[in-house]
């Protein structure tokens, strides 16, 4: 494999240093640095003529620090002849504003898929994209992972079968659905009613949760304040414990202390994003690596293989 190497950005070389572990590749050199004035200064320290270039970079908290960085390096790559660039990125940020929800306001999640596609960008790699339809945003192919393998790993091994499967909302309830399916267990659903941004609150549980450990299921944990207000509303009805599984701890504002303070035993995340040193010491997040699944899709894409079967 020694016409393609993997480079990484500011915002996770955690996982890119795991990736490469499980790849056995090292971590391709580059200088990613900031000016006095805070422009990004990118230097690519090694050839990279002819070669296929995997840019991992999740557009995470500082976001558009992070959004320009990644540009940046894929201008850089397409400037030194690379033969493809894959642009891996964990978490997409701006997905929330996929559509409009109000008279003249942009779709950002459009716009950062034309500026990635303008920069030279020939593939996207993405996970638990918040909206599937972000995809028909590019017109360079994309390919969506899921965490779900990982998590549901995770569930078969630590929880025994009186477990329901929640959704949050009505909008997570086909997410949850496949869930409940692959693993055989019951689904149920909290009604809620949002009177303001990152403002949520709780109304109703459709589906039995008495006596049974709930595990609310959903693509990320922002401010918390709708996992929060399910967790309380599913122990009222009865649950016996009360978790939560999510892809993307975006964990910003209070999101961390109010976990610590809610009815949750614990929030089961993903290390798309890299927790904040808050989040590490609370004792309620648990974090899983999602680097050899991201790996066997860069693996599978450099050879022209089928990444879809990973998740079948």
Do not use: W
């Amino acid at each position: 494999m020694a016409d393609f190497t993997i480079f990484s950005g500011n915002s996770n070389p955690k996982l890119a240093n795991k990736i490469c572990d499980y790849l056995n590749v090292p971590l391709g050199g580059a200088k990613v640095k900031t000016f006095s004035d805070g422009e990004i200064q990118i230097e690519i320290n090694e050839n990279v003529r002819s070669k296929e270039i995997f840019v991992i970079q999740s557009t995470c908290s500082p976001v558009n620090d992070n959004l320009v960085e990644l540009l940046l390096m894929v201008d850089a790559f397409n400037r030194s002849s690379a033969r493809r660039i894959t642009v891996v990125i964990p978490y997409y940020g701006y997905a929330r504003q996929d559509k409009k929800v109000a008279p003249r306001v942009p779709i950002s999640a459009k716009l950062v898929a034309d500026l990635l596609t303008v920069s030279g960008t020939d593939r996207i790699i993405t996970m638990d994209l918040h909206a599937g339809q972000i995809q028909g945003f590019f017109n360079i192919p994309v390919d969506n992972l899921f965490s779900a393998p990982v998590i549901i790993d995770f569930i078969k091994n630590n929880f025994d079968n009186n477990v329901v499967i929640v959704s949050p909302d009505a909008g997570g309830a086909e997410r949850a659905r496949a869930f409940a399916k692959r693993l055989n267990t019951d689904l149920a659903i909290v009604d809620k009613r949002r009177d303001a941004p990152n403002e949520a609150k709780a109304m109703a549980i459709i589906g039995d949760v008495k006596g049974k450990v709930a595990i609310i299921l959903d693509d990320m944990v922002d401010t918390a304040g709708t996992l929060a207000e399910a967790a309380e509303a599913i122990a009222k009805k009865g649950a016996k414990e009360v978790y939560s599984c999510c892809a993307h701890p975006v964990l910003s504002g209070p999101a961390v202390d109010r976990i610590a303070e809610s009815n949750l035993k614990r929030l089961i995340v993903t290390d798309t994003i890299p927790l904040s040193q808050k989040a590490k010491a609370c004792d309620k997040i648990k974090v899983l690596s999602i680097a050899d699944l991201v790996g066997e899709a860069i693996v599978r894409s450099h050879r022209g293989d089928s990444v879809t079967s990973l998740f079948v």
